[in-house]
């Protein structure tokens, strides 16, 4: 079976902090992206990437980078958290058609 | 520029009554559909999707959706609901142009009443 693993369920970060959200798959994918997903806004692309040490940005990237140093990881920055940045992230992976998902991190600024 | 929009917020159903999951798309070139369903503190899964061939595809747990290029919609279906079909649905299209990113829309609640 597929796996995309997110390192956190939850977390809980205070204003102004740097925070990662690490993703993983063993699907040997290149193509992975994060999204957020808001209530009434769907989700969003914050950023994605094609291959290692590449990144492109997507729909909202401003306050976040990421991070890709090998093919499995796919990293997710905050520089300065912000409480607008509250969110469910969700990582994911494609290959062909199908794409695959994470149980997302529900991160909480305070 | 690619879109995807699902027009209404909540869609309400009785147990055994047929439900539609509306969804209207905009694209450059032959789009790539799908429909994803998020039930309560789980993740999203993967329901159906709408490549090319038939207009009228079938997917998991009983749902269809048809393909209709003249109104440029791809509907959600299930002949009779259940109460355990009440979860978040999005519409989602394939972007090609910017290079395989996947556009979803906002979602649509269902709820399904006994």
């Known amino acids: 079976d597929v796996k995309v693993t997110q390192s956190s369920r939850y977390l809980v970060k205070r204003t102004g902090e740097k925070v990662f959200l690490e993703c993983v798959q063993d699907?040997?994918?290149?193509?992975m992206f994060w999204y957020r997903q808001d209530p009434g806004l769907g989700l969003r692309l914050i950023y994605f990437?094609?291959?290692?040490?590449?990144?492109e940005k997507g729909d909202i990237p401003e306050g976040y980078s990421v991070s890709r140093e090998k093919k499995e990881r796919f990293s997710l920055i905050l520089e300065s958290a912000s409480t607008n940045q509250t969110s469910m992230y969700l990582c994911?992976?494609?290959?062909?058609?199908?794409?695959?998902f994470g149980q997302g991190t529900r991160l909480t600024v305070v | 520029a690619q879109s995807v929009a699902q027009p209404e917020d909540q869609v309400n159903v009785a147990e055994g009554n047929p439900l539609t999951v509306k969804c209207t798309y905009s694209?450059?070139?032959?789009?790539?559909l799908f429909w994803y369903v998020q039930y309560p503190n789980r993740g999203l899964q993967f329901l159906l999707k709408?490549?090319?061939?038939?207009?009228l595809v079938k997917g998991s747990y009983g749902f269809e959706a048809e393909f209709n290029k003249s109104q440029t919609s791809f509907h959600l279906k299930k002949p009779s609901a259940l109460v355990s079909d009440s979860a978040l649905y999005f519409c989602?299209?394939?972007?090609?142009?910017?290079?395989?990113?996947?556009?979803f829309g906002a979602g649509t609640r269902l709820f399904v009443k006994a």
């Open positions: 994911v992976t494609t290959m062909n058609t199908e794409a695959f």
């Open positions: 699907m040997d994918h290149e193509n």
């Open positions: 990437s094609y291959d290692v040490k590449m990144k």
């Open positions: 694209v450059s070139g032959n789009p790539y």
């Open positions: 709408y490549i090319t061939g038939d207009n």
């Open positions: 989602a299209v394939r972007d090609w142009t910017g290079g395989f990113k996947t556009i």
